[in-house]
């Protein structure tokens, strides 16, 4: 039996995890939430950690008083978060928050020698040489959820350490797939929220349909596995059904499919190297009919063009693009900027901002400061 901990239970990937308990054999130790107290003493009677960690530090004196009968510990702030991430008993924190937030809990825990089941990937995106040179360092696995890089995670399985020629990386395309950029600057918030065929958060909702999802994925998969950027191939794939792929120097692609349910990946990390049964059908290909691939329209989504920007220059551009978006795609959700500004901004705090090329963690911090206040400035 793992203990695990879950950072950001509930959110889509914190109750998705928890869905799954029933199939595989782990035991949750601590759990954190931002400001979902109902659902977090919900989570708390459920599961009985030892430990519940609230963000905001109000919630999180209500939610003690909530739990008064019980002997569950109530923290708070990210000294609370970092608590969580580091009890002594834990084997595997699951970093399933949104956004920055995740990066210092996810240090801690592999400061503390605890695996990573990685959900959260803004923490590679801003500070990528950081965190897999202490994993490294640490002796850490990072378990990758994310669909797209627990499927190239599943294609190196048995790949000898033959390595990577190239990384497909696949994209559903979003609900704007096929539009121009003239076109989406006239789109909505309610479509933008409506992602055909994956079940998400918000802030990652928006950013599949400005494609910045698939490039932040980009980065990550160039820290994950080491390879240029110029090695990582971004193929949209409007079925999701193949999760990504991996193609050889032999021109072999070996691909992973599965019906698109984050249940799948979560899992895996969870239990690899073992496969167990799983609560998500297995695809029906014949049913299916056809899968389709074409190559993105990176100048109707300029997102691409700055994430891969982004990823040849590495030190802190990640966490200036990161920063930036996150701050844009918030103004966004509260109609307080068009759709096709996200990208604008982002490119903005990017032209602005000074380029560091080797960072600290402190850099990273300042950087996604920096960058969310030239995004203000502008708007
Ligand atoms: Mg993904």
């Known amino acids: 039996m793992k203990n695990i901990v879950i950072l950001g239970s509930t959110g889509s990937i914190g109750t998705q995890t928890i869905d799954i308990l029933d199939s595989i054999d782990v035991k949750v130790c601590a759990i954190s939430v931002n400001t979902n107290i109902a659902r977090a003493e919900q989570q708390a009677r459920q599961l009985h950690p030892s430990v519940v960690a609230v963000y905001h530090a109000e919630k999180a004196a209500e939610l003690k008083s909530r739990l008064a009968d019980t002997d569950i510990r109530v ?20 970093t399933a928050v949104v956004g920055m937030v995740g990066l210092l809990p996810t240090l801690a825990a592999i400061d503390a020698g605890k695996d990573i089941a990685l959900a959260n990937k803004e923490t590679l995106v801003c500070a990528g040489q950081i965190v897999m040179k202490r994993a490294q360092e640490k ?7 994310d669909s797209e890089h627990s499927a190239i995670f599943q294609c190196l399985q048995g790949a000898g350490g033959n390595k990577i020629g190239h990384i497909l990386l696949t994209a559903s395309g979003g609900p704007f797939f096929g539009m121009s950029r003239e076109q989406m600057r006239h789109v909505t918030k309610e479509q933008a ?43 949209v794939h409007r079925e999701s059904v193949v999760h990504s792929a991996v193609e050889f ?13 984050m249940r799948l990946p979560i899992q895996y990390a969870l239990t690899y190297p073992k496969r167990l049964p799983c609560k998500v059908p297995p695809v029906d290909l014949p049913r299916r009919h056809s899968l389709t691939f074409f190559a993105p329209d990176e100048e109707a989504f300029p997102a691409l063009g700055l994430a891969r920007r982004a990823a040849a220059a590495r030190g802190n551009l990640g966490a200036v693009l990161n920063g930036a978006n996150e701050a844009a795609v918030a103004l966004f959700l509260q109609d307080r900027i068009a759709f096709h500004q996200i990208p604008e901004l982002v490119e903005q705090a990017m032209d602005s901002v000074n380029y560091m090329p080797d960072i600290t963690v402190d850099d990273v911090l300042e950087s996604d400061r920096m960058a969310r206040a030239v995004v203000d400035s502008l708007v």
């Open 75 to 94: 923290v708070s702030g990210m000294d609370g978060l970092i608590e969580a991430a580091t009890l002594p008993e834990v084997d595997i924190v699951v």
């Open 139 to 145: 002796g850490v696995a990072i378990l990758p959820v």
């Open 193 to 235: 929220l409506h992602h055909p065929n994956w079940n998400m958060g918000a802030k990652i909702t928006i950013d599949s349909a400005s494609m910045m999802n698939k490039g932040l994925e980009l980065i990550e998969a160039m820290w994950l596995y080491d390879v240029e950027p110029e090695d990582i191939d971004i193929v």
């Open 249 to 261: 120097v032999d021109g072999s692609v070996i691909a992973q499919m599965g019906n698109p349910d």
